[in-house]
């Protein structure tokens, strides 16, 4: 073993013909591996013959005085004691564990000091990596004894690449850690197998303050792991603020692949989102889609965050120009109850640029009671065709009274739709909507079809007599002046105006505007909630 002899650079590629970057790099590492192996395989085999050679020369001694009195017997403990003072104070043994490492990992610091003393080497490595300071990372005082003796804290393990400082944190032990730091000789951003940096280590196993410190001294906060992910993006998962803040002043940045936003959203963290669009300049996180295709304002819909969505709109509420309808209908897809339904949809409606969302309609949707033309989409693209559409009338009742357009009504679907008589309340329902102006395309027969149930041919009965019965006076009434209400605040010329009216939790613009104009109170209901008519909110409570 005493002959092997390893060349300093192994050059791979002299010995490959077709070999690239990524070869070269493996049989490199391999010849490393197997000639740190051969090295202490050699050490061991020495230390072997030497202990063997030494005990057969003790026991021929002992032989040869087997007849010796007492003294004698001491004097073979003693040459015995020499014998072990002789041998190598860093043999490692079977697991290539030296004394070091058990006086390290069992924190005997006097131990630990007498071998250091009697020249074991203290970066001595186990067949994976790991040296005496690793396997101490969990206490101090030896930390600090190998430390003083010169250990190297930037070492890395074989086969996971962490360094002591790795280790302590994962250990939990910030004292450790701290200890490491002060030494000023460790390399704040050396990596693991994984690319994991300390600091990543620090958020990972909590140790917020040995991150902060680490940030301090200037670790970098912008690299990433093997998985693409940051030191923020471990943070925003933790939620701890004040180290998100600490890495956004040290210019940590927003990541679009991370959807960090998006999940302040998904798992509830306000406070967070506030302090990520705060250090977003432009805003840009607003309008980044995540996998599924939802900016952060439409996943606040879905999810009923009323106050994250608030909070959005009032920073930019320039996507609701073009977007208001079709989050409108977003919010009737994914939400079932109405008083979260009101909440949502009244904010979205408070921050609209205009009141576009109450007269808008599908081109392709609407049409006359006495139009033959279909409905050619799959499904209706206005809110109130599509709450119909899902048999949510309470939510169609709703955007009814705030002011949204009878027009939206597609007569295609929507009144196929009330004809199955699947939605509870179907039959008061279509009655609300003659209420509202609104003429049902009756079918003149001479025969009843077969299939029709009873319920479906008195429906039926109900929609000719309703559409064909001219309304009241007072129901005319109230169509047309909520038609000129509407229309007059759609208008250019009320447009400055519209914050007062904007729509609240509790009020409709609509009802607002009706409030003012100083009608009695009978008159005001009658025309803000269809006193008159029976409503089927209450069949969904």
């Known amino acids: ?28 590492a391999l010849y490393n591996y197997y000639a740190k192996t051969f090295e202490r395989t050699g050490d061991i085999v020495s230390n072997l013959e030497k202990y063997i050679c030494d005990r057969n020369n003790s026991m021929a001694t002992t032989s040869s005085n087997g007849n010796s009195s007492s003294s004698s017997s001491s004097g073979c403990a003693n040459q015995a004691n020499a014998i072990l003072l002789e041998q190598d104070p860093h043999t490692l043994d079977h697991m290539t564990m030296a004394p070091l490492h058990y006086a390290a990992v069992g924190g005997v610091c006097e131990c630990a000091r007498i071998l250091l003393e009697h020249g074991a080497k203290v970066d001595v490595t186990t067949a994976v990596g790991y040296t005496p300071l690793h396997i101490g990372a969990d206490n101090c005082d030896i930390t600090m004894l190998l430390l003083q003796y010169g250990a190297n804290p930037n070492a890395k393990t ?40 300390p600091l990543m280590y620090a958020i990972a196993y909590d140790q917020f303050e040995v991150a902060m410190e680490l940030i301090r001294k200037g670790a970098r906060v912008n690299l990433q792991d093997k998985d693409g992910n940051t030191a923020l993006f471990q943070v925003v998962e933790k939620n701890n603020i004040a180290l998100a803040a600490c890495l956004l002043e040290r210019g940590a940045r927003l990541i679009t692949s991370h959807y960090l936003v998006h999940r302040c959203i998904a798992f509830d963290m306000p406070e967070m989102l506030g302090l990520l669009l705060h250090y977003d300049e432009h805003l840009n996180s607003l309008k980044v889609r995540n996998t599924d295709g939802f900016t952060p304002i439409k996943l606040a819909i879905m999810y009923k965050k009323c106050e994250m969505l608030e909070y959005m709109l009032k920073l930019d509420a320039s996507s609701l120009e073009t977007e208001i309808d079709n989050d409108l209908i977003l919010a009737v897809q994914y939400i079932d109850k109405l008083d979260d339904f009101k909440i949502i949809a009244r904010t979205l409606m408070a921050y609209a640029k205009d009141l576009s969302w109450m007269t808008s309609s599908s081109s392709s949707s609407i049409m006359t009671s006495t139009s033959s033309t279909n409905c050619y989409v799959p499904f209706c693209n206005t809110p109130l065709s599509r709450a119909v559409t899902l048999n949510k009338l ?26 199955t008589l699947r939605a509870p309340g179907a039959k008061d329902f279509a009655k609300f909507l003659v209420l509202n102006g609104f003429k049902f395309p009756y079918r003149k027969l001479t025969k009843i079809p077969n299939n029709w149930s009873l319920e479906r041919q008195d429906f039926e009965e109900d929609l000719r007599r309703s559409s064909t019965q001219p309304l009241e006076l007072k129901t005319l009434t109230r ?22 009216y904007r729509a609240s939790k509790d009020k409709s613009t609509l009802q607002k505007v009706i409030e003012e104009l100083e009608l009695p109170k009978c008159l005001q209901k009658y025309f803000i909630d269809f006193d008159d008519c029976v409503s089927v909110m209450a069949l969904y409570n």
């Open 394 to 419: 309470h939510f169609a009742e709703f955007l009814l009274k705030e002011g949204v357009s009878i027009q939206q009504i597609c007569y295609d679907h929507v009144v196929n739709s009330l004809r």
């Open 158 to 197: 074989f086969n996971t690449g962490e360094t002591p400082l790795h280790v302590a944190l994962k250990y939990r032990n910030p004292n450790v850690a701290n200890l490491l730091l002060q030494t000023n000789k460790v390399n704040l951003n050396e990596i693991d197998e994984n690319d994991k940096t």
């Open 479 to 500: 169509i047309q002046l909520r038609k000129h209400l509407i229309q007059t605040l759609s208008s250019s010329t009320v447009e400055t105006h519209l914050s007062k």
């Open 1 to 28: 073993m005493d002959c092997l002899e390893w060349e300093d650079e192994f050059n791979a590629s002299n010995n490959s013909d077709n070999s690239t970057d990524e070869t070269v790099k493996e049989f490199i």
